[in-house]
């Protein structure tokens, strides 16, 4: 059994900042690319950033240099460090991981998601 836990979310104003956590536990032989991805109502769930295990991240481009995500592997934990909030920025954030049980077997697995509200 594998768990993505995220945390960080909540209310912020327009300008601040916020910090995700994202804890996997459970059946993990080693973990691959972890990433973040954000829904808005009425939306599709789009990508926010990736990391893989040895450190190399990708961002969407909408991110304009205000995110950054980093990764602590003895910890499994990845995070994702948001500043200069804009209210378009809210949404129900989503943590994803590759998890492998064993040397050959992985799968993605998903948080259940934090909310992230910007207020203007």
């Known amino acids: 059994q594998v768990q993505l836990v995220e945390s960080g979310g909540g209310l912020v104003q327009a300008g601040g900042s916020l910090r995700l956590s994202c804890v996997v536990s459970?059946?993990?032989?080693?973990?691959?690319?972890m990433g973040w991805y954000r829904q808005a109502p009425g939306k599709q769930r789009e990508l926010v950033a990736t990391i893989t295990s040895a450190g190399v991240s990708n961002y969407a481009d909408y991110m304009e240099g205000r995110f950054t995500i980093s990764r602590d592997n003895a910890k499994n934990t990845v995070y994702l460090q948001m500043n200069s909030l804009k209210p378009e920025d809210t949404a129900v954030y989503y943590c994803n991981a590759l998890i492998f049980t064993t040397r050959w077997s992985a799968d993605t697995y998903w948080g259940q998601g934090t909310q992230v509200t910007v207020s203007s």
């Open positions: 459970g059946n993990i032989f080693s973990i691959g690319e």
